[in-house]
């Protein structure tokens, strides 16, 4: 019998559309991301294709989160009511089936303290697993002290909070992309240009000491860890050298850093986290419906690792992790 069939299977980065959401980004953005209708209805459906996809892969809960950019692309007034008016549109869905979705919280990180208000409102009052920053809020990262208060909140809650990519800063898609973005639509976003935006989060992260005051923060990174897993000790052995302060770049990651399989189904960049993080930090997502299900669960099928890992990556790490 399948593993994907005779055991739990949680997949943690699976995205909706709230239509209130999107009507908000077309009346205060100038650069409205242009998708695929088909893609949107799949988004703000959750009981038809989305159920029939997971029965059919044997995935039994999708933990939800807004589609990017989420609210992070919103004037700060704007961002705060809409990150509150998307929770609970999310939680509704999530009441409505329960046994099959749970949620991250969108997070308005134009105002941290609002932020940090909506996310305590959203898991202890809609029963939500945590909270998720969407790439750059406003073309600002989020790793500075004025944005601490979330993980502050992250942390006393106990949930975590999910790095999930954006669109790389404007400029940076002016100068590195643009000669080949005519040709090669997803080089600035899923092809290279998200992970570099997301790594570059997680290390700022890293270096600005909020886990040196936030001890037990806990990050997700999707896609396998954005190449960080794989850059582990190049990056630390760099920070070590004469010129900089003193920081354990690899400790800090290793230790409040976990991964998910979402969008990156490769067998080497699995067996490289599984070395360099454990398995017990690694989780199970797709990355739906930008992925199908079937490719993500047919490579895990056939993948040379033992049972007990994969159990562990399915559902045993999210379950402990999100109190499942």
Same mark, same amino acid.
């Given at each position: 019998m399948?593993?994907? /069939?005779?055991?739990?299977?949680? &997949?943690i980065e699976e995205h909706y559309i709230d239509p209130n959401v999107t009507k908000l980004q077309e009346a205060n953005t100038t650069n409205t991301r242009i998708r695929n209708p088909k893609m949107v209805s799949r988004m703000e459906d959750f009981g038809g294709e989305r159920i029939e996809e997971m029965d059919a892969t044997g995935i039994d809960i999708q933990i939800l989160s807004i589609a990017p950019p989420g609210v992070h692309n919103l004037p700060k007034d704007i961002a705060v009511t809409a990150a509150k008016q998307t929770n609970d549109y999310l939680a509704n869905k999530m009441s409505q089936n329960p046994n099959?979705?749970?949620?991250? &919280?969108?997070?308005?990180?134009q105002d941290p303290q609002a932020a940090a208000r909506e996310l305590e409102r959203?898991?202890?009052?809609?029963?939500?697993?945590?909270?998720?920053i969407h790439g750059l809020t406003n073309s600002q990262f989020d790793d500075g002290k004025a944005s601490w208060p979330v993980y502050e909140t992250a942390a006393k809650l106990d949930v975590p909070i999910y790095l999930h990519p954006g669109m790389p800063h404007h400029e940076v898609r002016n100068i590195y992309y643009k000669d080949y973005t005519e040709e090669f639509a997803l080089f600035p976003q899923a092809a290279w240009g998200y992970t570099v935006e997301t790594a570059t989060m997680a290390i700022r992260l890293v270096l600005s000491r909020v886990f040196e005051t936030i001890p037990n923060l806990k990050i997700i990174l999707g896609h396998l860890g954005e190449t960080l897993p794989f850059l582990l000790w190049?990056?630390?052995?760099?920070?070590?050298?004469?010129?900089n302060a003193p920081i354990e770049f690899r400790e800090v990651f290793c230790n409040n850093f976990y991964v998910t399989t979402s969008g990156n189904f490769s067998d080497p960049a699995l067996l490289c986290c599984? /070395?360099?993080l454990?398995? @017990?930090?690694?989780?199970?997502?797709? @990355?739906?419906?930008?992925? @199908?299900?079937?490719?993500?669960? @047919?490579?895990?099928e056939k993948l040379a690792i033992s049972k007990e890992d994969k159990i562990k990556i399915l559902s045993g790490n999210s379950s402990r992790i999100f109190k499942l």
């Open positions: 399948s593993i994907l /069939q005779s055991n739990k299977v949680i &997949a099959r979705f749970r949620g991250f &919280a969108a997070l308005p990180m959203a898991v202890k009052d809609l029963n939500f697993v945590g909270g998720m190049r990056v630390n052995h760099n920070l070590k050298r004469p010129g599984m /070395q360099e454990g398995v @017990d930090r690694i989780l199970f997502a797709i @990355d739906w419906p930008f992925i @199908d299900n079937k490719l993500g669960t @047919d490579w895990f």
